[in-house]
Structures are given as structure tokens and as C-alpha cells.
């Protein structure tokens, strides 16, 4: 691994990453506005911010000096697979310089890919296209998590956790999780997925993860209202 790469993976070592999406349903959906999210997170303490699509990752990069998970989401009709689906996306996010892009990494046989090859195809693809590029899998399970380690992604997050049809109802954060794969997989693991409260990110970091993204608790005040009203009803 080149030394940019080690110092990226070294900055956001023990920290907090926050994730600053809006969907085009959501309030707050903005480029600017998630230029400020990130901007008020770095002041905060954050290491990292993972992002969605390029106009608000350009916006982002613009305001603050931390490295950048990158993703796109885009629907394909007929495919469950939406975080960074296909080579398009991966060339949209290496052009605009991101420090880590993240794809969904999920079992192919379970989840078709939009372009109808198998991850391992897909992933052999991206790293020979962009060799220095970090990439990060977000899988949903032990076995997906360590199959990314095993074919090559320099980092494995829980992000799908919960999401697919095979673990939906988990109970999240998988801390259990979490910790067998950083044990275990040989990689820097980002736990994502769940974390609500100060106590779950430190019991997560305790785990022995590299890092953990937040973002729903921190970055989505429609979801956070949603839980304050749910708990006096």
C-alpha cells in the first residue's frame, strides 16, 4: 500500500466518521446543506465523512479537509443492488478524487449486479482500472465480509447489515459481528449500521473495529425527531 493510502487509513484509525446524506425525499437534501453537516462534524471531531453522489462530495470537499468515503446510489430497475452498482458510478467517484469509495459487496448469486456479473468480476475490474484507489465492501454478513478480504477491498464495513433479505431483523449495532470480522478478516473493518448513542460507538470501538460511521443519529434530524415523539407516545 502506497504511503497517501497508509495515512489516510492511519488518520481515521479510533475515530468517528460521519456519514452526511439526504435522499431527494429527504428536508434536507442539499449539496450545500451537507457541505455544512460535514463542516459542523469535522469541527465536532469527526476523522472522516462518507458522502453521496459527486455534486455533494465536490460541495463537502470544498469545506472541509478530511478524507472522504465515497458512494453513489443508484436505482436499477430489477436489482437490489444500489450503493455504487457498476463501473459508471466507480469512474464518477474516482474523477472527483474521493480518499475511499465504497460498493456494495453482497452475494452476487443472492443479489444480482445491474451489469450482471459476479462481484469478483466486478471488483477484479475496478482494481486494475484504479490499482491505488481504496475501496471499501459494505457486505451484511460474516461470510461476505470476509470473502471482500479475501479477493482484495482494503477495508470491510457492516453497512448492509440488516438491509438484505437474509438478515433483515437483525439487531443492530452487530457488535458481534463486528468484532469476528475485525478478529478475524485481516483488514481494517468500519462499523456502520445501528449506532444510536455514545455507549454503542465506544462498545463498537472496544470491539476492535478500525473505525465507525454514524450518521442517521447525528446528520438526519427528521429520524432522530422520529424517535424523540416515538418514545413519549
Same mark, same amino acid.
Given at each position: ?54 455534486? !455533494? ?22 436489482? !437490489? ?153
Amino acid at each position: 500500500m502506497d504511503q497517501r493510502n497508509q495515512a489516510i487509513l492511519e488518520q481515521i484509525k479510533g475515530g468517528l466518521i460521519v456519514s452526511c446524506q439526504a435522499l431527494k425525499s429527504e428536508p434536507l437534501y442539499s449539496s450545500y446543506i451537507m457541505s455544512r453537516m460535514a463542516y459542523a462534524a469535522m469541527l465536532g471531531g469527526a476523522v472522516g465523512i462518507r458522502a453521496n453522489t459527486v455534486e !455533494d462530495i465536490t460541495e463537502i470537499k470544498k469545506t472541509v479537509d478530511l478524507p472522504v468515503i465515497g458512494i453513489i446510489k443508484e436505482d436499477y430497475p430489477g436489482y !437490489d443492488v444500489y450503493i455504487t452498482p457498476t463501473i459508471k458510478e466507480i469512474d464518477a467517484l474516482a474523477a472527483c478524487g474521493v480518499s475511499i469509495i465504497a460498493l456494495d459487496a453482497t452475494d452476487s448469486t443472492k443479489r444480482p449486479r445491474p451489469d450482471g456479473r459476479s462481484l469478483d468480476e466486478f471488483f477484479g475490474e475496478i482494481r486494475e482500472k484504479y490499482p491505488k484507489q481504496l475501496f471499501m465492501a459494505d457486505c451484511s454478513c460474516y461470510e461476505e465480509g470476509m470473502h471482500a478480504a479475501e479477493i482484495g477491498f482494503d477495508l470491510v464495513g457492516t453497512t448492509m447489515h440488516g438491509y438484505t433479505e437474509y438478515t433483515k431483523g437483525a439487531v443492530l449495532p452487530a457488535i458481534d459481528l463486528m468484532g469476528r470480522l475485525a478478529r478475524e478478516c485481516g483488514k481494517p473493518v468500519i462499523a456502520e449500521g445501528g449506532i444510536w448513542t455514545p455507549e454503542q460507538l465506544k462498545a463498537v470501538l472496544d470491539a476492535g473495529v478500525w473505525t465507525a460511521v454514524i450518521g442517521g443519529a447525528i446528520t438526519r434530524p427528521l429520524e432522530i425527531t422520529k424517535r424523540f415523539v416515538a418514545a413519549i407516545r
